[in-house]
């Protein structure tokens, strides 16, 4: 799905067979959902060339999926509606569904402590070490070897979404654009499944986005704006990893808060 996969497993009593397994699910997945693969089954499908009446069990699950959060978001997210040719694109929800196929097959294994990375969405379980919560770097939108803010988790996901590694292929329907405003959107949640969708929608909407992912039961989140502030809900705040150079500016509506980017550590790193 155009992203590399990482597995760091902490446990000493999960199986090699159990990574393999769990990158071999990923591969079968991606044979499955690919837009860049011509023979996937959702391409065949978004050709018509697979019948409602045909489709595997997966694609019906992920094609549900779609159609909830679709309803949810008021219409933003739509894997229909910004493709010319017409093709299905659920890649705003698949990669955390598939990242999820693997977190399962790990913990069926024993793995009780463990993170997989897709492209920067990110599932976690207990800790690296003893004591300790796994640090997640959010990329910095500007300087590819920096980030914006670093987070700990616990038995969590993340997932962002911006146009700094793909471009402008986020597009909003209702307005037929990509958002000017922001330059990344970050949701934390228990799915990455939704967490990853949340944070295409977040993007998509613009500023209104972080005031729509405060609404969410469970999730919580943080934007980055065009002109170089962090945003994020009051829950988010916990999960950051202080800075003392970290200055609140201003409080919005939504219970979010605001500081320049300038102000946070650029140099932060994930372990």
């Keep these: 799905m155009g992203t590399a996969v990482g597995i760091d497993v902490r446990d000493g ?8 397994e769990a990158f071999g699910r990923l591969q079968a ?6 837009t860049f693969r011509g023979d996937s089954e959702v391409s065949r499908y978004g050709r018509g060339e697979v019948a409602d009446d045909d489709l595997s069990d997966e694609l019906r699950e992920v094609l549900d999926l779609c159609e909830d959060v679709r309803v949810r978001s008021g219409g933003v997210f739509d894997i229909r ?10 890649s705003g929800l698949v990669k955390g569904w598939a990242v999820e196929e693997a977190v399962a097959i790990l913990q069926r294994a024993g793995g009780r402590n463990f993170a997989v990375n897709a492209g920067g969405d990110i599932v976690v379980r207990g800790g690296p070490v003893p004591g300790r919560a796994w640090r997640v770097g ?3 939108p500007e300087i590819r070897q920096a ?13 962002t979404s911006g146009a700094y590694e793909r471009g402008e292929h986020v597009i909003n329907p209702r307005t037929g654009a990509a958002p000017t405003d922001l330059l990344s959107a970050t949701v934390v949640g228990p799915s990455l499944t939704f967490a990853d969708a949340y944070a ?5 909407m613009g500023i209104e986005g972080i005031r729509w992912v405060a609404a969410l039961p469970g999730y919580e989140g ?10 994020w809900t009051e829950g988010f ?10 200055r609140p500016t201003e409080s919005g509506s939504a219970g979010a808060t605001a500081v320049d980017l300038t102000f946070l550590d650029p140099n932060g790193m994930a372990s």
């Design 138 to 140: 959010i990329q910095h």
């Design 13 to 20: 009593d999960v199986p090699d067979a159990a990574v393999d």
């Design 29 to 34: 997945i991606d044979a499955r959902f690919s």
């Design 147 to 159: 980030m914006a803010a670093v987070l700990e988790l616990r038995d969590l996901a993340v997932a």
């Design 237 to 246: 705040e916990p999960l950051l990893v202080r800075t003392e150079v970290e």
């Design 81 to 90: 509606g910004h493709r010319p040719d017409g093709i299905i694109d659920p």
């Design 200 to 204: 295409t929608v977040a993007f998509a």
């Design 222 to 231: 943080c934007v980055i704006t065009s002109d170089r502030r962090v945003i």
